[in-house]
């Protein structure tokens, strides 16, 4: 669904689709299943995103940049 919170979140490492619409979802399954080029295209996104988002040094920097924050408004 365009515009959610959920397409924002999948930015073209996946297929969004509006909730409770079945024939959305069925269709996005086949044109994926039918799509092999997409498949792989969409997988290595989500990969190389979630290897950049959810890297361990990553988290803790961001945390650590929170905590320092928080620690200067004091």
Known sequence: APGTA?????EGAG????????????AAVL???RDGAQRQ?????ARVRALAEWDR?????????ELKALV???
Do not use: H, Q, W, Y
């Open 15 to 26: 297929i969004a689709v509006p909730p409770g619409d079945p024939e959305a979802m069925a």
């Open 6 to 10: 959920l397409a924002r979140a999948i």
């Open 31 to 33: 044109a994926l299943a």
């Open 57 to 65: 040094e990553a988290i803790l920097s961001a945390f650590e940049n």
């Open 41 to 45: 295209a969409l997988g290595e996104r």
């Open 72 to 74: 200067d408004k004091t």
